[in-house]
Structure formats: C-alpha cells, structure tokens
C-alpha cells in the first residue's frame, strides 16, 4: 500500500508541524499567564502594611492628610524612580532642585520628611503596592447583618473568558493547518484510488477527518488535556481572599487594642472558645472602655498615627452608633448598627468550627489569622483553601491529654498506625465528611 505509506509520511510531517505550533502556543500562553501571576503576587501588600505602618504612618496616612499628604494612590503621581529617590532622601533631592520635590515641599511649608536609606526598592514597591491598593468596595447591607463580599470575582471571569478564547484560537489555528495538509493529501491518494478502481473523486474532508483514528484521538487528546489544565488553574483560583482588606465604617485597630493595650481576644471574640463561630463584639462591648476611653492624647496618639480630628472622628462614629450623648454621659436610645465588613468567609458548604480548633485542639488565633495584634486594619492573612486546611491537619498532632473524648479513640488508632502521637488527619481529619455537608 503505496498510497497509503505516503499518507502516514505526510500526517507525522504535519503531526510534527502541529504539534511544535502548539508546544509554542502553549508555552507563550504559560509564560504570559506565569508573568502576569508574578507581576500580581511580586508585591507584597501586607507586608508593605506593616513598613508602612512602622515608618511612615507617624506622618501619613491613606485617605487624609496628617504631616505629610494621604499617600493612597502616589504611585500614579510620580515616576518609580523618582520615589525612590525621594522616599531614600527626599532632603537631596529637595536640594538638588527637583523641580517636583520642591513644590511639594514648598507646598507642606517646608516640612521635612525623614530619609529612608535602609530601605530597598523592594521595599518600597510592597509600601506602594499597600498605598496602591484599593479594597473592593462592600456590597450594600442587607437587614443590619454584617456585609459578605467575595473579592475578584468578576476579574476572574475575564480571566476565564481570555483563557476559552485563546483555546479556541488554538484549535481553530490546529484545523486549519490540518485542512490545508489534507487538502494536499487527499488528491495524491484520490489519483491512486482513481487508478485502481475509479470509484470516486474525492473524499470530504471531514470523512478523512473522522476516518483517521489517530487524528481523531490526537485532537480529542489535545482537547481533554487543555480543558482539564484550564479547569484545574480555574479551581486553584476560586474564592481565595487571602490579603482581603476592607475599609471598615469605623476605624478599629487591632494594634492598639489587642497589640498596645494587650486587650485579649476573647475579651470582644467570647464565642470562639465555645461554639463555631467567633463572632464580632456588640458595641456595647466598645462602651465598657469607652464610655470613659474619649479623650486624644496628643503626642502619644500622634506617634501611633492618630490627628486628633481623625481620633475624635472615628470615637465620634462609636457613639453614634451606641446613642451615647458625651455631654449628658447617657444612652439616647437612638441606635444606628454598625455593619461590619465580613472579611473571613469559606463557601457554605464548608463546616469550621473555632471552639474544636480553639479549645479542643489548642490552636492558637494566630496561628489561622496572622499576627493580629500588629494590624492597624484586619486582613485576611491565610488562604482558606481546603489544601490550607488539610496540610495543617496532616501536620498537627492532636492534643490528647486531659482529654476524655479521645483516650480511649487514641489508643485503638495509635495501636492501628503504630504510634505515639495522632495527626488529626489520622483521627479522620481528611474526611471528606468532616468538612462538607
Ligand atoms: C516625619 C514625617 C514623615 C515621615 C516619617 C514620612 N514622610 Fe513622606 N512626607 C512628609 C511630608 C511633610 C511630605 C510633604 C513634602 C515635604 O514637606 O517634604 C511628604 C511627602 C511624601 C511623598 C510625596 C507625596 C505627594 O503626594 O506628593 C511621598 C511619596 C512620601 N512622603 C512617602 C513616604 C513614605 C513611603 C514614608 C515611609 C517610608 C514616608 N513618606 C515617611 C513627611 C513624612
Ligand atoms: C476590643 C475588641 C477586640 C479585641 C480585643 C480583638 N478583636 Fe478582633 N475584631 C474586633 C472587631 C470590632 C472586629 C470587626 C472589625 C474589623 O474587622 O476590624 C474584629 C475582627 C476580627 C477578625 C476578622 C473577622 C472577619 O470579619 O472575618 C479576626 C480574625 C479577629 N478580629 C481576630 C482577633 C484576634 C486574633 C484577636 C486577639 C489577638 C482579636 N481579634 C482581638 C474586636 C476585637
Ligand atoms: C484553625 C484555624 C483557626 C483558628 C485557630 C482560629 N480561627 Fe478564626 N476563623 C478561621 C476560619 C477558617 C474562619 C472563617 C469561618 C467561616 O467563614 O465560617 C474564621 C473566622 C473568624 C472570625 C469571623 C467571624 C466568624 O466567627 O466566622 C473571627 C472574629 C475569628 N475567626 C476570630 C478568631 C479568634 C479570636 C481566634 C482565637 C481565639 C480564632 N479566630 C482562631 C480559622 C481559625
Ligand atoms: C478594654 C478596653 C477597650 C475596649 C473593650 C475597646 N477599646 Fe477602643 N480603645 C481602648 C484604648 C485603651 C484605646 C487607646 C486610647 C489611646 O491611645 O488614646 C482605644 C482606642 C480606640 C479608638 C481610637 C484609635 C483607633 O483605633 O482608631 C477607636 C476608634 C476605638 N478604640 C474603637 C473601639 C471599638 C469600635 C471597640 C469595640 C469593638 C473598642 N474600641 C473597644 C480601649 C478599649
Ligand atoms: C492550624 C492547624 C489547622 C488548620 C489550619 C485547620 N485545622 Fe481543622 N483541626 C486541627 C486540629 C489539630 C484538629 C483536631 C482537633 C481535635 O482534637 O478534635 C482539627 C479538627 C478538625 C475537624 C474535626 C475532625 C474530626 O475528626 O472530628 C474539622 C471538621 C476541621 N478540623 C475542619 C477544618 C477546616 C474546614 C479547616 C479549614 C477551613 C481547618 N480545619 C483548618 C487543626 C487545623
Ligand atoms: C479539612 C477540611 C476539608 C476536608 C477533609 C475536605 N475538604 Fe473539600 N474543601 C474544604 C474547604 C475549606 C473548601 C473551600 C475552598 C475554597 O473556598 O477555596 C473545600 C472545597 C472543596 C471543593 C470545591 C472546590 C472549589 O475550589 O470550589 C470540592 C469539590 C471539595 N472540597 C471536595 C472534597 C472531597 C472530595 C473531599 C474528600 C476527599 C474533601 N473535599 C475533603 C475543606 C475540606
């Protein structure tokens, strides 16, 4: 079979051809999406945060002006370059005669601003990376509940779309290049045949198509596999909120009260020892201190960041919302709630439970939420993925001591492993049940 050779010959020329088309296609794609992903986790934003928060917040803040101008959005004023230079020793610069660093200096009648020479450029993209970001805004309240919000979504339906279009183009570049060999093909083989037997002129194109099983199983392949790795990536990013930092209604900081006034947290979260969830602190809570808590404390409140307007403002909230009158020192009566911005949020059909975490298993808040006690505003600190969850089940040894539930379970089951210590992956943590509904 003469023809038929030759057809093979052409199909593995094209199978290399396609197939070296792809390869590139694909690692074009992967090397956009790669770079788009570093450019968008390069910086670090809490990080940023906390450099900001330890040398800049003494004169500046986000959204007003204290010492220095509010820094929410700098980046776009400005040249890279020239901040750095100017965050590193805006004095120099001011002296060399940068035109912009002069107006803005004359501008703050001419208070200098600090040199920041320890800092790298790295540094100081996370600090603009902080002062770039901007918290997706919260959905309007229903029915004074506190607000849930999932952030990015509709950015990763653009993703999804980009990434179906561009499948599409490839597959649609894939047919048209074996069209046009087949079109080559197809004549040769139809001559051969028309020598033989004259039966017929030609062949359409999709029944050579569909008569080609390994053409067939080739595109079938091709297609499974980049619908599964576009599923996959679309599965990995779904729902993860991790850095996730709302603007709340008043400005309430964990750091002065959990990190400077060593308030403990189950003083406002009381449930998250004994029920599922942790809760957020009624105001009344706020009003055991503040009834009294009121007065700025110039110098020492400005050190932490505070202007006295913006200290009295944000107490000034607290009050109204609780109808507490300062001058008579008594409840009003008249009430608006504040809605909290729901920051940690796992998809309903996830079970968690803080009091068997909390209490039972003896994890600390930390250990889930980050360095709380240093956050100015909260944010979510860990991913909440269910890889997240599983890992730490599968590295974190139950305690069993003192423990009634579990010393009869844990000597059966370490007598089944044949060991001392239980993972709670090995109590049944990795059940599926465990978890879902
Ligand atoms: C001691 C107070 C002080 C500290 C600390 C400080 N700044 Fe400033 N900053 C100023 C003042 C004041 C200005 C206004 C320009 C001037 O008078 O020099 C300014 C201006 C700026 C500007 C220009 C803003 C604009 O809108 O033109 C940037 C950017 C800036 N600061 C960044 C930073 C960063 C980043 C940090 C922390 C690493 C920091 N500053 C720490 C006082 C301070
Ligand atoms: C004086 C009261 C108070 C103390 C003490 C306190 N918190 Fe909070 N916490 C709040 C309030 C009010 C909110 C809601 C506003 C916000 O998110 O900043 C909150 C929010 C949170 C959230 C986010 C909730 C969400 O929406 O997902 C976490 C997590 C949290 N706190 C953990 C802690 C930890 C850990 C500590 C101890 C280190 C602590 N808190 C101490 C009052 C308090
Ligand atoms: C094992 C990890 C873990 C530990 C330990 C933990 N949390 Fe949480 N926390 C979570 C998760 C996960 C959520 C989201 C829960 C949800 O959406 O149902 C959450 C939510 C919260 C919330 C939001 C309100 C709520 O209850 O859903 C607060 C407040 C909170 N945690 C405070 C605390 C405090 C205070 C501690 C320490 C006493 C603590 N958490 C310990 C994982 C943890
Ligand atoms: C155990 C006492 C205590 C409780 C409870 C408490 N605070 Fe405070 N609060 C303080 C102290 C102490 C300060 C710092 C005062 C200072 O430095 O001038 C403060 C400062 C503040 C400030 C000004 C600084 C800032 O963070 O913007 C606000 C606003 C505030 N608290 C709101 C709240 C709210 C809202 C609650 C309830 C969720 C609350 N506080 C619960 C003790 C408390
Ligand atoms: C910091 C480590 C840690 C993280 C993170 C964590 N867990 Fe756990 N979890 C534990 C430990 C330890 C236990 C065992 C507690 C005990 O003794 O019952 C446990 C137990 C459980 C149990 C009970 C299992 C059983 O066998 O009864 C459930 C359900 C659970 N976790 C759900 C979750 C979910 C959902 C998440 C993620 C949102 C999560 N956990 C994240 C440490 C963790
Ligand atoms: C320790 C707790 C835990 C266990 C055990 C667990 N899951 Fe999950 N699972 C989660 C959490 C948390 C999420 C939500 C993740 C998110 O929102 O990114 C989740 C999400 C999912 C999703 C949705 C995926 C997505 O990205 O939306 C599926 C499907 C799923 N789990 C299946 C399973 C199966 C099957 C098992 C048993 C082999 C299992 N899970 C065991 C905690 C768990």
Same mark, same amino acid.
């Given at each position: ?298 110098? *020492?409140?400005?050190? !932490?960041?505070?202007?006295? /307007?913006? %200290? +009295?403002?944000?107490?000034?909230? &607290?009050? @109204?919302?609780? =109808? ?70 599968? *590295?974190?040894?139950? !305690?069993?001591?003192?423990? /009634?539930? %579990? +010393?009869?379970?844990?000597?059966? &089951?370490? @007598?089944?492993? =044949? ?19």
């Amino acid at each position: 079979m003469k023809g038929n050779s030759k057809f093979l010959q052409d199909f593995f020329s094209l199978l290399s051809k396609t197939s070296l088309m792809t390869f590139f296609a694909f690692i074009l794609f992967f090397s956009t999406t790669f770079s788009h992903n570093i450019s968008s986790q390069e910086f670090d934003i809490a990080k940023g945060k906390s450099l900001f928060n330890a040398n800049c917040a003494s004169c500046h803040k986000l959204n007003k002006k204290l010492i220095g101008p509010a820094l929410r959005g700098v980046s776009a004023k400005y040249e890279k370059d020239w901040l750095y230079s100017w965050i590193k020793n805006s004095a120099a610069m001011i002296k060399s005669g940068d035109e912009q660093a002069v107006a803005i200096y004359e501008e703050y009648n001419k208070v200098a601003m600090n040199a920041f020479p320890q800092l790298s450029n790295e540094d100081i993209d996370n600090i603009l990376a902080y002062t770039d970001y901007v918290p997706p805004k919260p959905v309007a309240p229903v029915s004074g509940a506190p607000v849930s919000e999932s952030s990015g979504s509709s950015s990763t339906n653009d993703l999804i779309l980009i990434l179906l279009s561009f499948v599409l183009a490839v597959l649609v570049i894939l047919l048209v290049l074996i069209n046009k060999t087949l079109k080559n093909i197809i004549p040769q083989k139809a001559v051969a045949i028309d020598d033989a037997k004259n039966i017929k002129k030609r062949i359409p194109i999709w029944k050579a198509f569909i008569q080609n099983q390994f053409l067939v199983l080739v595109s079938v392949v091709i297609l499974l596999l980049s619908s599964a790795y576009f599923a996959y990536g679309y599965m990995l990013q779904v729902g993860v909120d991790q850095g996730y930092m709302p603007i709340q209604p008043i400005h309430y900081s964990h750091k002065i009260h959990a990190g400077a006034n060593q308030i403990e947290c189950q003083y406002c979260h009381s449930s998250a020892k004994k029920s599922k969830h942790s809760g957020i602190p009624s105001l009344n809570v706020c009003m055991n201190c503040h009834e009294n808590i009121a007065d700025y404390n110039g110098e *020492e409140d400005l050190e !932490k960041g505070y202007t006295k /307007e913006f %200290y +009295t403002n944000e107490i000034k909230k &607290l009050y @109204k919302a609780v =109808g507490w009158d300062e001058n008579s020192q008594s409840y009003t009566g008249d009430t608006e709630p504040v809605k909290w911005v729901r920051i940690h949020n796992l998809p309903d059909f996830v079970y968690f439970n803080h009091a068997q975490h909390v209490t039972v298993a003896g994890v600390d808040c930390q250990k889930c939420h980050g360095p709380v006690e240093e956050m100015e505003i909260l944010y979510q600190h860990s991913p909440l993925t269910m890889g997240w969850c599983i890992n730490c089940h599968r *590295e974190t040894n139950i !305690k069993v001591k003192d423990n /009634e539930y %579990y +010393t009869k379970i844990h000597e059966e &089951l370490s @007598k089944k492993y =044949g060991v001392e210590e239980l993972t709670a992956a090995q109590m049944g943590g990795l059940e599926c049940g465990k978890c879902h509904y």
